[in-house]
């Protein structure tokens, strides 16, 4: 019969295909042998490391938003701006805590968001990428459907090829009656994970695009 695959040429292959931990594991079973990687709660004692680190990140962001959020978007962990910042946008907060959901949905965050076209797209890139690299998946695709059936999301955006090239960084212009606050945003990712829960964690901080962005952030802050 066929020589079956070694579990260092699985790793190997794993390794040269840039695949998430996750995917390894799913890979690693289907071949008939035991996941290499464990999944950790963030809420376990053995974390608690990890989430001094993040809580420091998020504090330090202040007066500017920051979130913390998992491979399928919801958001995790956010530090106060971030909720002075959706506070008065949305009196009441937003209505989801998955981040895609308050993108997509008109009933949330959408409503005061004025470049939505130019993030939704991006965000959109981002998922039709995840999807294909992790086929195995399905939370993810039926997020991919869920947003796609939003109304006044264009057709055209269910093909994996969305046109124009990513941006090196995310930008978002917030807007209400006279107010408006445009931010850009850098993503952080844990380098050499060995847990598939720090391999799936992105940490979101956001900075002031101009002088009236910055400027409401302080007062709103000092305003406490």
Known sequence: GKAQPSRDMIARLADALGM???ERNALLVAAGFAPRYRETELTSPEMAPIRRAIEFILQHQEPYPAIVTNRHWDIL??????????ERLLPGGPRHVNMLRQIFDPQDMRSVLRNWEELAIDVLRHLHNQVAVAPSDTKARALLDEVLAYPGVPAQWRTRELGSTPQPLLNTVFGKDDLELRFFSTITTFGTPHDVTLDELRIECS??????????????????
């Not at 900075?207 to 406490?224: G, H, I, N, Q």
């Open 20 to 22: 998430p931990l996750r």
């Open 77 to 86: 962990l956010m530090n106060e701006s971030t909720r002075r910042v959706f």
């Open 207 to 224: 900075f002031p695009a101009d002088d009236a962005t910055a400027d409401f952030c302080r007062k709103a802050m000092s305003a406490l």
